[in-house]
């Protein structure tokens, strides 16, 4: 099947999902997940009034990336992007034309539910701005934050705050290392007319959860502990946990196949006793149940109990194997275990 007839029939399977991204105010959304779809490694997404195309195995000869272009233009006229992330760290590794370049890195604004977000397809970072995959994690948000106090833990540009904040948090506190990714945080609150309920701390995670867990901060062996943001002890309503797969600092190190623990159990005594902590773990090596079972093992391990656990399913522009998808999302209903 040649790249043509592969993307002509991932948008005719998304036909439903499309009508209904419409209707509920959406631009953003993949058309086509190439690990599934029949090109490993190619990702086609619509971010706002631009397709943006993202190689991360091997790079688009012209005449590929031709036939992409005429195909995308042919269902929505807009702008294509082409990022080649097929060199280490995925890092971009190719030129845009003048004019294609320029418009990669200006703001545009795109929608999802009718939540406003910043957008570049280009800038000093190599993601994009928003995670499409995390939109059902956004919605969960939405519906459920009315009136209580969230903690969006690794909230890179605060998508999960600002849907929080939308769906009306009285409080949001919202923490990231990056001041880049904080800084676009700040421009989706302000967007969205909510930053009198958000709050941003830049911060590496560990010592900021440990501390608004009551919990001494500590770091890895023989390493000097850089300065960090002071926190006073406090619990949250609702904890949102989506760290990276792996990532060191002085202070730990997030490991989502050995230890998710080392940052749930801080999480999770951050979590008032009737409240709820979202879990995410993005790492397909990792089995759902089992790393389900750990979480409630660590949760009676602290003398709690979880009353119900609602798993969050990534919507059908993100095609899976089995439907078993590598992001996996749970929200688990926090509760002592004498009731």
Known sequence: MSITQALQHALQQRQTFLSSAQQHNTDCYRVFHGTVEGCNGLNIDRYGDAWLVQSFHDPLDEQRLDEIRQCLCAHLDLPVIYNDRSRGHSRINNDLSPEHDAFAREEHIMQENGIQFTSRLRHEGQDPLLFLDMRIGREYMLRHAQGKRVLNLFSYTCGIGTAAAVGGATQVMNVDFSSFALAAGKRNADLNQVTSVCEFVQSDVFPAIRQLAGLTVGGRRQQKLPSYPKLAQQQFDLV????????????????????????????????????????????????????????????????????QAEWLDCYPDFPAFDDNHPLKIVALSIVDQSE
């Open 240 to 307: 949102f946990l989506d760290p990276p797969r792996y990532a060191k600092s002085p202070f730990g190190i997030v490991d989502l196949i050995n230890d998710y623990q080392s940052l749930f159990k801080p999480a999770l005594l951050a979590t008032k006793q009737g409240g709820t902590i979202v879990c995410c773990n993005n790492v397909a090596k990792v089995d759902k149940n089992a790393w389900f079972e750990s979480l409630v093992r660590c949760v009676n391990k602290q003398g709690l109990a979880v009353s």
